[in-house]
């Protein structure tokens, strides 16, 4: 007597994985794509990059904005904030999004579209950058306390806490 095979539950072959990553493939290439510019641990070498890398979203490039801006350094390294009434560029990097990410982004810089009408931690504008119109997201306060990055660049001046604070350590 012959014996049978029964799968467990959740078992797939390799002919059904393949299967499967190539329609979340085509999904993904018919999804309408969103531009935006991001300033913060979003860019390369940041803290939150590896989410845009797993998420089919595709950076396009980076450039420095004119001197409309002020980033603050707010929780001693922790996050950044950006106002849109400053004397300094930032370095932003504009990635394309699938629509479907575009929900997470929001969340994460605490902009909350279904309720437009109450007051919201940042304000989402359109800028004009050398690859078209992005969204970007903007602190909507008047006053923060933090250092002011007037680099611009909030990867590099991360890097340079860290070098400073292991300088500080192998001093003592």
Not at 50 to 58: D, F
Not at 123 to 139: H, S
């Amino acid at each position: 007597m012959r014996k049978t095979n029964k799968r467990s539950i959740g078992y797939k072959t390799r002919a059904e994985k393949k299967k499967e990553k190539n329609e979340l493939k085509r999904q993904s290439k018919m999804e309408k794509k969103y531009l935006v510019g991001l300033y913060d641990d979003y860019r390369v070498n940041g803290s939150l990059n590896t989410s845009l890398i797993r998420t089919s979203c595709k950076l396009i490039g980076t450039f420095s904005t004119e001197p409309n801006y002020e980033m603050i350094d707010i929780d001693n390294g922790d996050s950044c904030i950006v106002k849109t009434d400053g004397n300094y560029s930032i370095k932003v990097e504009v990635w394309e999004i699938p629509e479907s990410y575009v929900d997470k982004i929001e969340d994460v810089y605490n902009y909350y579209t279904f309720y437009q009408e109450y007051p919201q931690d940042y304000k989402k504008q359109t800028v004009l950058t050398p690859f078209g119109e992005v969204t970007m997201y903007f602190a909507d306060c008047l006053e923060s306390a933090g250092e002011i990055v007037i680099s611009g660049d909030w990867i590099e001046h991360l890097n340079c806490k860290k070098v400073k604070s292991n300088k500080k350590e192998n001093v003592l």
